[in-house]
């Protein structure tokens, strides 16, 4: 028992409205999906020098960084959820070509929210005498979990903290990123900056980095209070990526306040 003090990074990931497939498959299906989708998320997680932490039915936690010290365990974790994703879309190919696949439409749509954070944690093994577990303890794991679940708030898909976006941008960022809010998690009283993270820098489409201009144009005018030219960045956005979650979330605010 006992550990050490060292900084990692942490990664939830949370397959959505889980619990209402799962009350539709029968037993034996839901086992055969999980072990499907775990073994394939695992299998990410690994290859990016990702450690297995735990999982919680659906729910994955991984450590980067730990047991052994990594220079880059904030890149090896977003380089992690973006190939999970790419992971997913195997899976969709997967069980979309099997004939007798119950709930097939259901299952070729499966989603998941990620959560990164990063920071000083201690690692080590946790427990009693007679059964202990290899864990992280710390600050980031609480936060990386809310930043999984805050996901369907902005229809984002990987949201992480600042110190990750810093611990990244700090080197060679082969990230895409756009900062979505200054938010206060459920159980800590100072406020937290949020990202998220769009894609390899590689995969941006003009399309894209259009959207992510108007949103960010936008953001600064909605900081500064001034939300009917925020609103007409947000709808400009909207008109490129017309399913971007954070866009409607930012623009619904404009109109409340523009009423207000």
């Known amino acids: 028992l006992g550990g050490k003090r060292q900084d990692i990074s942490v990664l939830f990931s949370d397959i959505v409205g889980f619990t209402t497939l799962s009350e539709k498959l029968s037993p034996e299906d839901t086992v055969a999906l999980l072990n499907d989708y775990l073994t394939a998320m695992t299998d990410v997680i690994f290859s990016y020098n990702g450690t297995l932490d735990k999982y919680q039915g659906d729910a994955i936690m991984a450590l980067f960084g730990a047991p052994l010290e990594d220079d880059h365990h904030a890149v090896h974790a977003g ?150 030219e925020a609103k007409q960045y947000f709808e400009s956005a909207l008109l490129r990526v017309p399913d971007d979650g954070p866009s409607h979330i930012l623009l619904n605010r404009c109109n409340y306040f523009i009423r207000k």
């Open 79 to 228: 380089q992690a959820a973006l190939n999970m994703r790419k992971a997913l879309v195997g899976l969709h190919e997967k069980w979309g070509n099997l004939p007798k696949l119950p709930y097939k439409d259901e299952l070729t749509s499966l989603d998941f929210r990620v959560g990164i954070a990063s920071g000083p944690a201690v690692i080590g093994n946790v427990g009693s005498e007679k059964r202990f577990d290899y864990t992280a303890i710390g600050d980031i794991v609480n936060l990386g979990s809310r930043l999984e679940s805050i996901n369907r708030k902005y229809g984002t898909r990987i949201m992480l903290d600042k110190n990750t976006f810093v611990l990244i941008t700090n080197n060679h960022n082969p990230f895409v990123f756009r900062k979505l809010d200054t938010v206060r998690v459920k159980g800590k009283k100072q406020e937290t900056e949020i990202f998220e993270l769009v894609a390899l820098s590689e995969q941006l489409t003009n399309e894209m980095k259009a959207m992510l201009d108007d949103f960010e144009n936008g953001r600064i005018l909605y900081t500064q209070r001034n939300f009917l």
